[in-house]
């Protein structure tokens, strides 16, 4: 079974700048989370999908990002315009309806410039 | 509100030595307890969970941890440190029965030396 996905694993971009990151869950995971790592930070939770529903979405930052899941399968997060402080990894996760244990993906590092 | 706090950000020891990694927790709620490791350039990878049931949790790789209420605790040991453990490890709650969020740590960097 494939584990969750992430695409890209890196991403440099400049100040002002659009990315976009994708999350593919693994298959059969109703429950989709988008979790984000600032340096020397802990890792703080941003939203989370009950397959294209958002169930909570209170971690967002601002009204920069854009969360998307079409159709419940993969997420999409988009950060637009980027900010310096935007900069850190991107965790994906997902996790089965009713199972608590939650599978993360590799990260997304984004360099914000 | 709940609250992960990881005692120390850096802990080294020696090849075959005891590792213990601190973390205590705050929470309004029976909690369920993990602990995840992240090697450098890989995704957080599942260690051990505590969901209620046995105290004493075994994980993968040699590693358990004991879940003490009282001490409102769950630190994760190993009796004897690997070189391929040294990585940074997370403490993460969330409430029990639930797919809400997870709550973590800052983690703490292993470090093995020879």
């Known amino acids: 079974e494939a584990g969750v996905t992430q695409f890209p694993s890196h991403s440099v971009i400049e100040k002002g700048q659009t990315v976009t990151l994708r999350c593919d869950p693994i298959?059969?995971?109703?429950?989709l989370y988008w979790y984000r790592r600032v340096m020397g930070k802990e890792i703080k939770f941003l939203l989370h999908?009950?397959?294209?529903?958002?169930?909570?979405e209170s971690g967002m930052p601002n009204n920069r990002f854009l969360a998307e899941r079409t159709g419940g399968t993969y997420s999409t997060l988009k950060v637009q315009p980027a900010e310096l402080e935007d900069s850190g990894v991107y965790f994906c996760a997902s996790s089965k309806q009713g199972v608590e244990t939650q599978y993360f993906g590799p990260g997304t590092r984004l360099l914000v410039l | 509100a709940q609250s992960v706090t990881q005692l120390d950000s850096h802990v080294s020891v020696s090849e075959g030595t005891p590792v213990l990694l601190r973390c205590n927790y705050s929470s309004s709620y029976s909690p369920s307890l993990f602990w995840y490791v992240q090697h450098p350039n890989k995704g957080l990878q599942l260690l051990l969970k505590?969901?209620?049931?046995?105290?004493l949790v075994k994980g993968i790789n040699g590693f358990e941890a004991e879940f003490k209420k009282s001490e409102t605790s769950f630190h994760l040991t190993k009796p004897s440190a690997h070189m391929s453990d040294a990585a940074e490890y997370f403490c993460a709650l969330h409430m029990t029965g639930t797919a809400s969020k997870l709550t973590f740590g800052t983690g703490t960097r292993l470090q093995v030396t020879l």
């Open positions: 298959s059969g995971h109703d429950n």
């Open positions: 999908f009950v397959k294209e529903s958002k169930q909570d």
């Open positions: 505590y969901t209620s049931a046995a105290t």
